[in-house]
T-cell receptor
Framework: SQQGEEDPQALSIQEGENATMNCSYKTSINNLQWYRQNSGRGLVHLILIRSNEREKHSGRLRVTLDTSKKSSSLLITASRAADTASYFCATGYSGAGSYQLTFGKGTKLSVIP | DGGITQSPKYLFRKEGQNVTLSCEQNLNHDAMYWYRQDPGQGLRLIYYSQIVNDFQKGDIAEGYSVSREKKESFPLTVTSAQKNPTAFYLC????????????FGPGTRLTVT
């Protein structure tokens, strides 16, 4: 399985602080995506980083990818209470004519006002 | 509104009964997916469909069945053969089999007693 593993499982920070979540995976990938899930809701796509990219930014999000270490990190800067959610990495691979995702178990982020 | 709808949000069934979860999308997406999420866990793929009248088993297909008679609809039936059916079920879609980002519905929480 290519399932990613997020670390830490849970993270609690004060509003305004930065939050860093890590993801490790086992086999080669085409790209890696990060998704967010508010409690009891569906997932929302945040950002995708390709295997030939090392860093990508989107607003307050910064994602890094180290394919030699098979790891990625998601940094949320200047966190807000509304950032409270679970964050999942999803490793993507192409095979047999289709592209599939494998999700990790997620990091539960709590941002305290 | 464009998007993916899942109904109902909460579903209760007695053990031994089959139950069908609805998933409809008006995004004109080719590919559709069903995932299962257990507490504190990531998403596990049950079934996916790349085109109408075609579907493939995912990692945990036993005890489930699907159909794809229309592009916009991908219902999931949880049969009595599924040993632990109580879970949160998420439907997703994407533009084509080779595209990357998945769009998720709000989910259905199924409780079987």
């Amino acid at each position: 399985s290519q399932q990613g593993e997020e670390d830490p499982q849970a993270l609690s920070i004060q509003e305004g602080e930065n939050a860093t979540m890590n993801c490790s995976y086992k086999t080669s990938i085409n790209n890696l995506q990060w998704y967010r899930q508010n409690s009891g809701r569906g997932l929302v796509h945040l950002i995708l980083i390709r295997s030939n990219e090392r860093e990508k930014h989107s607003g307050r999000l910064r994602v890094t990818l180290d394919t030699s270490k098979k790891s990625s990190s998601l940094l949320i800067t200047a966190s807000r209470a509304a950032d409270t959610a679970s964050y999942f990495c999803a490793t993507g691979y192409s095979g047999a004519g289709s592209y599939q995702l494998t999700f990790g178990k997620g990091t539960k982020l709590s941002v305290i006002p | 509104d464009g998007g993916i709808t899942q109904s109902p949000k909460y579903l209760f069934r007695k053990e031994g009964q089959n139950v069908t979860l609805s998933c409809e999308q008006n995004l004109n997406h080719d590919a559709m997916y069903w995932y299962r999420q257990d507490p504190g866990q990531g998403l596990r793929l049950i079934y996916y469909s790349q085109i109408v009248n075609d579907f493939q088993k995912g990692d945990i297909a036993e005890g489930y069945s699907v159909s794809r008679e229309k592009k916009e609809s991908f219902p999931l039936t949880v049969t009595s053969a599924q040993k632990n059916p109580t879970a949160f079920y998420l439907c997703a879609s994407k533009i084509s089999v080779s595209s990357y980002e998945q769009y998720f519905g709000p989910g259905t929480r199924l409780t079987v007693t």
